[in-house]
């Protein structure tokens, strides 16, 4: 399905970008993944995941791993990344930007005026210049043959995060900005035969997020009487299968510029998650949370 082809994904630590880079090495693809935490030195998020495991899990699933430490901060180090893969393949057909980094970062409670003002500054530069950088970088190599794709992974559905205040300034204003740079892009894209889109998970069983209720991915029903709401979350493979979907799709132009979600696509696509379940996160989030309803997914997922 994906033989020969060649994806990069920007931040493939942990998470979403993780999932998405051994669902497109299921699929058969040669996948670059990207990061700053190695098994020689981790980035200020300080956790055990590393990029060299990533890349040996996307071997493992049938594609090709290949990590290459990048601080996509530093326009040099990108341009080194393209670089390589122009020199080793020649061709990009996907790239995914998920590079985010602001996870200890960011206030839940602090106003714009209370909030630091270089950590909100920071987190902009490692959620929206980043993915500047890469895509300025990368898309010469990537509109070479028709049929690119750009996904730009994000937090919300445009038409969620339209009339939703997400959690601070900070943190609102770096979410929104990927989905309309994936707009942005999908315009100047369209006239080279490549299409740009911005993709979100629903409530995504991160590592971070198994942490934080401490449960293991095994177990993380036990989560679920500490916060129903839970019981509609979803796995990183989840958002790995729509990439995936989207990226051997021949019809992908339809979405050129669209606002996605995982549960969105799983429904058009027919992709599950792990557990052959289709969670759609931001139906539920919208019609059951936030309606003040009791947790029940029947129907969700």
């Known amino acids: 399905m994906g033989e020969n ?8 630590t942990r998470g979403a970008g993780r999932g998405i880079a051994v669902e497109l090495g299921a699929a058969g693809f040669t996948v670059y993944v990207t990061g700053r935490s ?12 590393t ?3 990533t890349a040996e899990l996307v071997t493992a699933a049938g594609g090709e791993g290949i990590p290459v430490r990048v601080d996509h901060l530093v326009p040099d180090e990108v341009r080194a990344l393209v670089e390589r893969i122009d020199r080793e393949q020649g061709r990009l057909d996907v790239l995914v930007n998920d590079i985010w980094g602001g996870e200890l970062l960011f206030s839940w409670t602090d106003r714009l005026w209370e909030h630091s003002l270089d950590t909100g500054l920071r987190i902009l530069r490692l959620a929206v210049d980043t993915h500047i ?5 990368a898309l010469p190599l990537l509109i070479r043959r028709k049929g690119g794709l750009v996904v730009e992974v994000t937090d919300g559905t445009a038409e969620y995060n339209a009339d939703h205040y997400r959690v601070s300034f900070f943190y609102d204003l770096a979410k929104t900005s990927v989905t309309r ?10 006239p080279h035969g490549a299409t740009a889109v911005s993709l979100t998970p629903g409530w995504m069983r991160s590592e971070i ?3 934080h209720f401490g449960v ?10 500490a916060e129903p709401h839970f019981a509609i979350s979803e796995t990183p493979a989840y958002t790995g299968r729509a990439v995936v979907a989207l990226a051997t799709d021949p019809d992908v132009a339809r979405w050129n510029g669209r606002s996605l979600s995982s549960g969105q696509l799983a429904r058009e696509y027919g992709f599950t998650d792990a557990d052959g379940s289709r969670p759609d996160s ?7 949370r936030e309606a003040g309803l009791p947790a029940d997914v029947t129907g969700y997922r």
């Open 51 to 53: 990029i060299e495991e």
């Open 181 to 190: 740079m994936a707009f942005a892009q999908a315009q100047e894209l369209a």
């Open 5 to 12: 082809r060649i994806a990069l994904v920007a931040g493939a």
């Open 282 to 288: 931001w139906r539920y989030i919208v019609e059951v």
């Open 216 to 225: 293991t991915e095994a177990g993380w029903r036990d989560a679920i009487a």
């Open 209 to 211: 997020m198994l942490d």
């Open 133 to 137: 950088i890469t895509s300025h970088h």
């Open 38 to 49: 190695t098994r020689e030195r981790r980035s200020e998020i300080d956790r055990p995941e």
